[in-house]
């Protein structure tokens, strides 16, 4: 009681967010979670069958594609936006004009992202000869490639798009941590004769290494999420996997067995599935860079 008379009022104040929050948050996890264990067709009555629908994932082929090619993506993805983003900050990090709108070119793509931005691509890499890919290939004397319809260019143009869409914003983010790094250790550096690459190697990237953590493990959740690019590039009404699978992820995989087949439960499950592997994968990167960051 005198807790309540201390706190209530407090209590009060901050009851309407925990009410939205159990709501729309922790209420819809626990619902996944347990039609997951359930077999669920949209308006049918949930079943409980345990981990039937995990057992049937496991069995499914079309998921461990989708497994496949979400793990190259995000891999892809991540190690090039990564190593790009860092390259870029420590060419055009400075305060002059040029390094300025450097930056702002690279940043665009993250504000004019989106279902317009994907259009465009799908101009730029359409395999008739108007598209731009190939009538730079045409200018050069070489046949037309179908990227939107071979299977050997889906995750390839996948890639492309994924690392232009997120480049700008690591460049943006290294140059904040570049900035925070105080002056006098370089300087110090320079006094005990280290080099240009000395000093990347033993002063910046150590005290990048918290910047590093975030871009990596920031930049491999939204890999593994990633559903509008393959589903706008590749979707159609008969497939949404694209040419023979080749760009199924597994985002979209979930939208298909979910929305169009409207197994909602093998679909929580595969949401449960995904979860569980972003978990494992973010676990593991921070215990491995953090090991490296205790030497």
Known sequence: MKMWRRH????LLVSPFFALFGLFGVWPVLRSAWLSLT?????????????GNYAELLADERFWTALVNTAAYMTSVSVIA????????LNFGSNSRLHQWVRVAFFLPAVAGGVGAISAWKWLANSETYGLFN???AALGLEPARFLGDPQWALPVLVLVGVWSVLGYNLVIFVAGLRAIPEELYQAARLDGASRWQQLLHVTLPNLRPTLVYVSVAGMVAS???FYEPYLLYGAVDTLGGPLDSALML???LFDRGFRHLDLGLASAVAWVQTTLLFGLTWLNLRLIGREGRR
């Open 224 to 226: 593994f999420q990633v």
């Open 251 to 253: 985002v979209t995989y």
């Open 39 to 51: 077999d669920y067709h949209a308006t049918d009555t949930p079943v409980f069958i345990g981990l």
């Open 82 to 89: 990564v190593g790009l983003g860092l390259l870029l900050a």
């Open 135 to 137: 009538s730079l290939r």
């Open 8 to 11: 209530g009022r407090d209590m």
